[in-house]
């Protein structure tokens, strides 16, 4: 064959490749498009929300009650977490329709794993939808149609924050109280008593009781340690068990008191996962997992705050 026979033959197969191309990038345009406001999902004023629901594996309540999300009428509510939330109802927007092919396989996501999601404004619905994640997207349902949404400019997995379960919406602060009202705050090592210290307001001053001469850097870099602890995950108390927790030789306990007589404490317990986690347990009622690396830095003996 001639290379001019060959040459017209690869011009052949080319121009009806282009034809397909232009046929397939067309069909999945017309799919692709969509009848709606790409803001169908989204709420412009979400400051008059007093209420959310998501219900999914399991229900979960966010309602604002006296300047607070409180979650499931029990538990302050992560705020980062809520403003996250707000920040998806307000700036979502409508990618595309599902295509054609996967509709079967995202209708079945939404019944194994959808989160039906409410907010409303004293009684009033203000937006309803079904949300689900699949394969790094974020699928919107309103109860006819399902879509691809996404914030436009930025890639993230909007489903998450639906998603989470009753730990994940928990305020993750362990002592979340207003630091300018701290009394007191006693460390206390049970089989160390030695090492025990309390840290005490005197003189405008944040000092060790019964110690004269204090590293107030070391001591001030405490207190914020205290302050800034946080959970990586509340447990049950079956699941605190499941993890290993031996209650009876408690490392240490944290009881921090503020000026209304107020008292919040944090009892540590064993490391767990090769000493990476440990398992704690805050208010006599609520376990928690919490990173090694921050418990640490607050389980400081008397002797480390002293000046030599």
Known sequence: MSQRSKNIKLGIVWLVLVIITVCVITFQADNDRINVA???????????????????????????????WILNKSYKADPQRVTVLFAILKQNRIRRKVANRLVAVVDNAFSEKGVDVQFLAGEQLIKEFKVVGLDGLTYFNDGTESYVVEIPGYRVDLAGIFELDNGGWRNPLVFDINWANLKEVNMIFPSRPDEQFDVIYKRRYYTIRDSQSVDSTKLTDFLDNVSLMYVKDYLSNEEALDNGLDSSSPQASIVVSDVGANQYTLTIYNSINEEDEVIGLIDSTNYAIFDFNMIRKVLRPKKYFLKK
């Open 38 to 68: 790409k803001g169908l999902f989204a709420v412009g004023d979400v400051t008059l929300i007093d209420e959310v629901i998501l219900a999914g594996k399991e229900v979960n309540l966010l309602e604002f009650t006296n300047g607070t």
